[in-house]
Structure formats: structure tokens, C-alpha cells
């Protein structure tokens, strides 16, 4: 066999073998699960009249919650936090949270 192809085929062994490795570490959970592309990880709603900060977006009680009024807002913030306004990222929500406390 030629190197060029042995080496190819050594590349592919290898990924492979990363990609089960961070599979199995992620069933363990040592590692986070990947989440889908778009996936929102966070959710900013109301609670007891201040924003709050969930994760995962379902949760139902806050893991942070703001010094920013509700009641402050403009009323179509106060809208969409009512619906809950989600995040994929981390900077997504100190961004939003930027912008609500601006």
C-alpha cells in the first residue's frame, strides 16, 4: 500500500476514534452534550417582577435573576418576556440583558 493512502486511512481511524471518545464522555456526562445548531440553551423571563435568567429554557424556577424591573421595560419587552425571549449562546443573553437594563 502507499504511504499517502496509509496515512489517509490513519487520519480516518483517528477521527473516528475522537468522535466516539467525546460520544462516550458526553453519555458519561463528563462532557456537556452537544446541543443542535439553533438550539436555544436559555430563556429570559419574568419573575416576581424582575427578569430572570433559566437554563435549560423550560426550567422553572430562574439560576439568575436581575435587578432589572419588568414593570421599567417598554411594554413590547414586557410582551416578549411574557412569551420568554430564548438564547443560544451566553453572549446572546448578556447581550439581551444589556439591552433591557440600558
Known amino acids: 500500500?502507499?504511504?499517502?493512502?496509509?496515512?489517509?486511512l490513519c487520519v480516518i481511524l483517528m477521527?473516528?476514534?475522537?468522535?466516539?471518545l467525546i460520544t462516550v464522555?458526553?453519555?458519561?456526562?463528563?462532557?456537556?452534550a452537544v446541543q443542535a445548531a439553533g438550539q436555544a440553551e436559555w430563556s429570559l423571563r419574568e419573575w416576581?417582577?424582575?427578569?430572570?435568567?433559566?437554563?435549560?429554557?423550560?426550567a422553572?424556577?430562574?439560576?439568575?435573576v436581575t435587578d432589572i424591573r419588568v414593570g421599567d421595560l417598554p411594554p413590547a419587552?414586557?410582551?416578549?418576556?411574557?412569551?420568554?425571549v430564548t438564547a443560544e449562546s451566553y453572549d446572546q443573553v448578556i447581550r439581551l440583558l444589556e439591552d433591557y437594563g440600558a
Do not use: E, H
Open 60 to 64: 422553572q424556577t430562574p439560576g439568575t
Open 77 to 84: 419587552d414586557r410582551r416578549s418576556l411574557a412569551g420568554g
Open 1 to 8: 500500500m502507499r504511504t499517502s493512502v496509509k496515512i489517509a
Open 48 to 58: 416576581n417582577g424582575y427578569v430572570a435568567v433559566f437554563s435549560p429554557p423550560d
Open 25 to 32: 464522555l458526553a453519555d458519561l456526562g463528563v462532557l456537556p
Open 15 to 20: 477521527l473516528f476514534a475522537a468522535a466516539s
